[in-house]
């Protein structure tokens, strides 16, 4: 279906293009009626001349050459021609017909008659003829006639003459359908940067901002963003009340546990189990919580915030282990992710760095065009090339001889996938150990 952009363009250009060429239909025709009028008028004008003449030379009409001084009624086949007729059939033309005759009509009435007839070699003819009674009592047939070539040629001319201004009113009409299609789609671009801003402004939109046709589609949204808003902090909250309700029980089952490894019972199994159990209800309510996130809020953090919290805390461990934190990050680096999520990935990524390496972990947060690059470094052993894949499937686990699930990356996984973000695993090149790199896209 097409776009309002595109319905607004095609109209505006259909209908300039319709009202040029029905404007071009009509003044064309208008110029040729105007051209055919003064054509006709130049006529009988010429007839009115050849009248006078003839009137002083009725008894010596070849006189009539003298008298009637155009040029062009003096060249051969001229175009411009004149002839009269007396009642005994004598007929005196002008030296341009040369021996040829014009036609005159049969139905001749005692004003002027103009008709279309044709001249020497079928040339067509525009005839201007009346038959008059002089003084003397003779009775002339009086004709003269203009080539029809010069009436085309002077309508060409007109219509060539007018074609570039039809041209340019055709740009402006297209020009004003753009323009008229901007600010009609403006109170629609306005309500869309709206509706993100009023979102993380938690507001509701004001009808009276937009014109009265998009005011109910307002009322509908405001409505549709408090519905979202109780949605997304619904399910967060109940996400937030399962974890605390399941807590609980954990806990009491793995101190009675711990009481039983002390009185010396076997438990190794089932401490296994119980990590797993809580790994995969904390992988689910974390996926939970990031889908709700991503789809129906539009969530912003700063990282180098984030970033800054993280270090101080991670740095505090490195240290009390004999290691060393490295952090370097650009200043406001936002993202459209929930401040709990990234956080939770980027605390997953450097509590595994923090435990593997043998002595330094870097950081670093750079801006790069159209995307947020996190990268954690460390120094440890690193994973062997055919070994990621294994490390990021949920439950992967390389080294059982350090307690953990196996979940941490994998949930780190799931919540960038929720806001389009991206995360591989590679071997360091400035440090020799695992690289972690994190790329949040900034703009869609």
């Not at 208008?30 to 130049?42: E, L």
């Not at 411009?80 to 007929?91: A, F, L, P, S």
């Not at 199994?269 to 996130?293: C, K, V």
Request: aromatic share 6%; charged share 25%; with cysteine.
């Amino acid at each position: 279906m097409l776009s309002l952009r595109q319905r607004a363009l095609l109209g505006g250009i259909a209908s300039g293009a319709l009202s040029v060429g029905v404007g071009t239909l009509a003044v064309f025709s208008f110029i040729d009626s105007r051209v055919s009028n003064r054509f006709d008028a130049t006529l009988l004008d010429r007839h009115t001349q050849l009248v006078v003449g003839l009137s002083v030379t009725t008894q010596d009409p070849d006189a009539l050459r003298d008298l009637m001084f155009d040029p062009a009624y003096s060249g051969p086949y001229s175009g411009r021609y004149w002839q009269v007729t007396n009642g005994d059939g004598e007929v005196f033309t002008s030296a341009s017909l040369f021996d040829e005759t014009i036609a005159e009509p049969p139905n001749a009435s005692e004003n002027a008659t103009l008709w279309n007839t044709s001249g020497p070699e079928g040339e067509a003819l525009r005839s201007a003829y009346q038959q008059i009674t002089f003084e003397d009592d003779t009775v002339w047939g009086i004709s003269v006639a203009e080539s029809q070539a010069q009436l085309v040629n002077e309508r060409q001319a007109a219509q060539r003459s007018l074609l570039p201004v039809f041209g340019l009113v055709g740009l402006i009409g297209v020009a004003s359908s753009l323009m008229l299609m901007s600010v009609i789609l403006g109170p629609l671009r306005k309500l869309r940067r709206d509706v993100a801003y009023r979102w993380d402004a938690d507001d509701d939109l004001k009808p009276k901002d937009y014109p009265e046709e998009v005011a109910p589609l307002v009322n509908d949204l405001n409505q549709l963003l408090r519905r979202n808003r109780d949605i997304v902090s619904g399910s967060r909250r109940q996400a937030a009340d399962l974890a605390h309700a399941l807590k609980t029980p954990a806990t009491i089952l793995r101190n009675e546990l711990q009481a039983m490894s002390q009185s010396g019972v076997d438990t190794n199994i089932a401490d296994e189990a119980l990590d797993r159990i809580d790994a995969q209800l904390g992988r689910s309510l974390a996926r939970i919580r990031a889908l709700n996130t991503a789809e129906l809020t539009h969530s912003r953090t700063d990282i180098s915030h984030s970033v800054e919290r993280l270090a101080r805390l991670f740095s505090t461990i490195a240290e009390r282990e004999g290691k060393k934190l490295d952090v370097k990050s650009d200043p406001e680096l936002w993202v459209r992710m929930d401040t709990q999520d990234i956080e939770e990935v980027l605390g997953n990524l450097l509590d595994n760095a923090v435990k593997w390496c043998r002595g330094q972990v870097r950081l670093i947060a750079k801006r790069r065009e159209y995307c947020v690059e996190i990268c954690i470094e460390d120094d440890g052993p690193g994973i062997p090339e055919d070994a990621i894949h294994e490390a990021l499937r949920s439950g992967g686990r390389l080294d059982t001889s350090v307690r953990g699930s196996g979940l941490g990356l994998a949930i780190a996984v799931d919540l960038l996938n929720a806001y389009g973000a991206h995360f591989d695993l590679g071997k360091s090149v400035s440090l020799g150990g695992l690289s972690g790199r994190v790329v949040i896209p900034t703009k869609s």
